[in-house]
């Protein structure tokens, strides 16, 4: 069974689950399930300061939003519980920058703490 399959099952622990890309037919089974794909696109930004600015326009977050990672931390969390059905997919490539790991790990310690999973997708072929 694939990761995916497991994630939209609900038998994968929380967490970011890695996959090397997710395809259309991936899109297409998160649909039937009834999940809202959310990319977060880390892999077209070099700094921290770049990585909050498109996490912020990925989840169309308000112009409030803080910058940093404390900000980031209670975004996530107050966006997975307003969309339940979010799937959260982190585009990142696999030798990213230390910011980029450390972005990373804040998604991930969120999914953990709200018992859910998303996807670590080193590439997309949409």
């Not at 999940?35 to 996490?55: G, Y």
């Not at 977050?61 to 900000?71: K, Q, S, T, V």
């Not at 030798?95 to 972005?103: E, K, M, T």
Request: charged letters at 15%; glycine letters at 4%; aromatic letters at 6%.
């Amino acid at each position: 069974m694939t990761p995916l399959l497991r994630i939209l099952l609900g038998v994968h622990q929380p967490g970011l689950v890695a996959v090397p890309a997710l395809s259309p037919t991936a899109l297409q089974l998160a649909t039937a399930f009834n999940r809202t794909i959310r990319a977060i696109k880390t892999d077209r930004s070099s700094t921290k300061a770049e990585l909050l600015s498109q996490f912020a326009d990925d989840l169309a977050l308000p112009e409030w939003f803080g910058n940093n990672l404390d900000a980031a931390h209670e975004a996530l969390h107050d966006f997975l519980g307003a969309n339940p059905d979010a799937l959260i997919c982190v585009y990142a490539p696999p030798n990213g920058s230390n910011d980029a790991a450390q972005f990373v790990d804040l998604i991930n310690d969120v999914l953990v703490e709200r018992s859910t999973c998303g996807l670590l997708v080193a590439s997309v072929t949409v």
